[in-house]
T-cell receptor, first 113, second 110 residues
Framework: SQTIHQWPATLVQPVGSPLSLECTVE??????LYWYRQAAGRGLQLLFY??????ISSEVPQNLSASRPQDRQFILSSKKLLLSDSGFYLC????????????FGEGSRLTVL | GDSVTQMEGPVTLSEEAFLTINCTYT??????LFWYVQYPGEGLQLLLK?????DKGSNKGFEATYRKETTSFHLEKGSVQVSDSAVYFC?????????FGKGTRLHILP
């Protein structure tokens, strides 16, 4: 069966520090991978998605970047965090968007102080 | 650009009441449409989906019909239960990306 894991689950970082959130999927090949941010009143905002190794699409210009160094690994990064980067980050995978569904990780709560 | 708009909450109903949560979308072409649910303390999970016009998705007593002419995918349930209390997200998928609405929090009172 397929599983998705993301870590760390909770992170408290000072403003200006770097960020790395990691997500891995097991039990499937060539998944579509996604990073979302969930914030109260703003719902689920798509940040990045990837359909293959090295292929990253950015939806919202911001202080974050994403990379996919391996087929089932998706990393969310920042060189210098801002207060506004605080939030709940969700990684997800799917087989095919139009007929499939998204499977979400447990989420990572980031607090920038 | 493409977007999903759903009614703002919170929505509070009594048990056994009829539920409607409105959702409309804008998109070029023909996206797939989804309703996801997030129960308290849990992650998001797919509730139902429809992949083409006039399709009806259903699950756990919930239904939604893909209406191309009104670009809508309203969620309905004939008789809600306390256990239906959750946040519901409408979403559309096309070209490898899924866009979500802001979510509607539903409270069901016993």
């Amino acid at each position: 069966s397929q599983t998705i894991h993301q870590w760390p689950a909770t992170l408290v970082q000072p403003v200006g520090s770097p960020l790395s959130l990691e997500c891995t999927v097991e039990g499937t090949s060539n998944p579509n991978l996604y990073w979302y941010r969930q914030a109260a009143g703003r719902g689920l905002q798509l940040l990045f998605y990837s359909v293959g190794i090295g292929q990253i699409s950015s939806e919202v210009p911001q202080n974050l970047s994403a990379s996919r160094p391996q087929d089932r690994q998706f990393i969310l990064s920042s060189k210098k965090l801002l207060l506004s980067d605080s939030g709940f980050y969700l990684c997800a995978w799917s087989v095919a968007v139009n007929t499939g569904e998204l499977f979400f990780g447990e989420g990572s709560r980031l607090t920038v102080l | 650009g493409d977007s999903v708009t759903q009614m703002e909450g919170p929505v509070t109903l009594s048990e056994e009441a009829f539920l409607t949560i409105n959702c409309t979308y804008t998109a070029t072409g023909y996206p797939s449409l989804f309703w996801y649910v997030q129960y308290p303390g849990e992650g998001l999970q797919l509730l139902l989906k429809a992949t083409k016009a006039d399709d009806k998705g259903s699950n756990k007593g919930f239904e939604a019909t893909y209406r191309k002419e009104t670009t809508s995918f309203h969620l309905e349930k004939g008789s809600v239960q306390v256990s239906d209390s959750a946040v519901y997200f409408c979403a559309r998928g096309r070209d490898d990306k899924i866009i979500f609405g802001k979510g509607t929090r539903l409270h069901i009172l016993p």
